[in-house]
């Protein structure tokens, strides 16, 4: 060929030429070969040795703040003592070391009196019932582990003097699904107890004091119902990368803000790489993306104003009362407080109690009469009894009822053959006096002739029977008769029941507030609002605020301001006219107009079972600004049961804006 004829000629460059190329070929092939076959193990072994895990990395969530910015729900650090695996797999493996030493000790002692028993030598497929299975070595690998783990779980409990339990199938399942992430073998420790584990336990070997982020309640049951509470939750969100090898433990809003405003509240997640072994234990770490923090919430409750609710309910009715309060500016809606009893410890939902409150308020939980986590201000259904009464007297006065106008009272009234006692005293009744002394006959009688469909048509105006939408996961819509319904086998006797708040009508606190609070500003029907706004936890960050609008206006009543002023002068009469049943509302130099109310409740077959007890009400009758209902299950009456919690909370009112306070309650007119 022409390349060999060339080489034949006497060119000593030509020939140095092709001796240099013929030699680094060479050089290759043989760096080829030392790569494909002399080093394949080694890099077969490095290969294995460095794959990659990814942990999901749950953001900081944002604070739930009152409307002065005071904390109502917040993130602390929790300190666990937890077992680092990863530290251990040289301890694990000298143990597993030692059993199958043992076990191979065991197995030639097994075969030697099989030998000595056939007198002959087994053979090779008699040798095969002896040699040990793979279910039978990983047998060994777990005992080992759990040895290792239990008895450094028993020194940390002997060092803490604090005796520990060692769960060893709780153990194996993290060993074989969470092997990168530490296992803890005592949570929540507290300043002492850190103290007395950093200078006591000096073998530090694969234990260590672990923090972790977890939601706090500063203020323990404080407006928990409102707050609501958070549920194990540890899917990625929208935006998030979806696989993961780990997730660290994250939480999702259930009910209440923490579920209305989850998305704002939880922030978004990051992730970390692993760089992990053969056997899974962790080697390095790299953060790919820094979790993003969640953004506060900020409500309109005021925090004075809420506590002292709630102290004025255990106050006069106790720990365990079935009742709810809510408090509301008349003038755009605002929820300056929210009270449901009986609380409910919001951290027995992400396990932050210890076992003995876990235990404790499981077996509370238990008791279906309590049901503690319903919100009764917004999730229940109650007849309303006699504080419905203003709504069926605006409705007879827009329809021409002459508010001097008399009516007796024999002390019942009959309407066809039923007999309905009314608990107001016989007499002769006006407006004034039957908002006053509550009689049932008065209203009853001017509820029929303003005829049931007035009723209903103004009730739907007050929006009862449909919810208020408040974004807490947490409300019904309570119930009011439809015009449909009033036309289907309607009766006298059932409109006599809605005149005094019982039968077909239906509803929740809250709902009651917004209506009085309608009445109380002159006829606007508010959408209640509970957020403020919602804003970046750092202060000095250029994120983006968002704020909800207050007085956005969901309907008129269209009542007139003549029959309005009628029913405030008869409801202030009921606080402060010596016959009036609200007088224990009463506070020095300002002036409640109120409603007290009875409901009773009845069974399947129509016997008294219980009492739903209510104070309405909102002051100052000058300038109304603060609307305040009080609702007690298996109360009294009204009057005595609920007013007396009513006067505690305007008494705060006042003490506040004499403070200089009330420039953050209630807006002006």
Request: aromatic residues 8%.
């Amino acid at each position: 060929m022409l390349v060999f004829d060339e080489l034949k000629k006497n060119e000593p460059h030509l020939r140095l030429v092709a001796v240099m190329l013929v030699a680094g070929l060479c050089i290759l092939l043989a760096g080829l070969w030392w790569v494909q076959v002399v080093s394949s193990r080694e890099y077969q072994s490095h290969l294995e040795t460095q794959q990659f895990r990814t942990i999901r990395l749950p953001a900081v969530r944002g604070k739930i703040l009152d409307r002065e910015g005071r904390v109502l729900a917040e993130n602390q650090p929790r300190y666990n003592i937890s077992l680092y695996l990863d530290d251990l797999h040289q301890p694990f493996d000298a143990a597993y070391g030692a059993l199958l030493k043992s076990a191979r000790a065991a197995q030639k002692a097994s075969i030697a009196r099989a030998e000595k028993k056939l007198d002959r030598s087994l053979t090779k497929a008699e040798r095969k019932q002896f040699a040990f299975t793979t279910e039978q070595l990983q047998a060994l690998r777990e005992r080992a582990r759990d040895g290792v783990a239990g008895n450094l779980v028993a020194q940390v409990g002997q060092k803490m003097n604090q005796p520990l339990a060692f769960d060893a199938v709780q153990f194996n399942r993290h060993y074989a699904s969470r092997l990168a992430l530490p296992f803890p073998i005592l949570k929540n420790l507290d300043a002492s107890q850190i103290a007395r584990f950093e200078e006591s336990y000096t073998n530090r070997i694969g234990v260590e004091v672990e923090l972790q982020s977890v939601r706090s309640y500063p203020l323990g049951d404080t407006a928990v119902h409102l707050l609501g509470y958070l549920q194990r939750h540890d899917d990625s969100q929208e935006g998030e990368d979806a696989v993961f090898n780990y997730r660290i433990p994250d939480f999702q809003g259930a009910v209440g803000v923490e579920y209305g405003f989850d998305d704002q509240l939880r922030g978004r997640a990051g992730a970390e790489s692993l760089q992990v072994n053969s056997q899974g234990y962790r080697q390095s770490e790299t953060i790919e993306s820094q979790p993003e923090p969640g953004q506060n919430v900020m409500l309109t409750l005021d925090l004075d104003l809420q506590r002292a609710a709630e102290e004025s309910l255990k106050s006069h009715r106790g720990t365990d009362a079935r009742a709810a309060i809510v408090v509301m500016d008349v003038h755009n809606g605002d929820v300056l407080a929210m009270v449901s009893s009986p609380t409910i410890n919001p951290l027995y939902f992400t396990g932050g109690l210890s076992p003995q409150e876990t235990q404790a308020e499981a077996a509370r939980r238990a008791d279906m009469k309590i049901r503690p986590e319903i919100n009764r201000a917004t999730q229940e259904n109650y007849a309303p009894g006699s504080i419905f009464k203003p709504i069926i007297g605006l409705a007879a006065l827009e329809t021409g009822l002459d508010p001097n106008a008399i009516v007796d009272n024999p002390g019942y009234i009959y309407v066809g053959k039923r007999h309905i006692t009314d608990l107001a005293k016989p007499g002769k009744y006006d407006f004034r006096r039957a908002i006053m002394d509550s009689s049932n006959t008065y209203f009853i009688t001017a509820g029929l002739r303003a005829g049931i469909e007035n009723i209903v048509q103004l009730a739907e105006k007050f929006q009862f029977g449909e919810k208020c939408s408040i974004p807490t996961r947490q409300e019904t819509a309570g119930n009011m008769p439809t015009p449909d319904r009033i036309h289907e086998g309607w009766s006298d006797g059932d409109t006599a029941n809605v005149c005094i708040g019982q039968g077909e009508v239906a509803v929740t606190p809250l709902q009651m507030a917004v209506a009085y609070s309608a009445i109380a500003n002159g006829g606007t029907v508010f959408w209640p609002r509970l957020v403020s706004r919602i804003e970046p936890q750092d202060p000095m960050s250029r994120g983006a605020v968002t704020n909800f609008p207050a007085g956005l206006v969901r309907e008129r009543i269209g009542v007139s301001g003549r029959n309005l002023r009628i029913l405030h002068n008869a409801m202030l009469a009921e606080t402060e006219d010596p016959e009036g049943t609200g007088g224990l509302a009463r506070v020095p130099s300002w002036h409640i107009c109120g409603k007290t109310g009875t409901a009773e409740i009845m069974d399947e077959q129509n016997r008294k079972i219980g009492r739903t007890t209510w104070f309405a009400s909102f002051a100052p009758y000058e300038n109304p600004r603060y609307a305040v209902v009080v609702m007690v299950e298996d109360g009294t009456f009204g009057g005595p049961t609920c007013a007396p919690i009513a006067h505690d909370i305007y008494e705060t009112i006042l003490e506040k804006e004499k403070s200089g306070g009330g420039k953050i309650l209630a807006a002006a007119n």
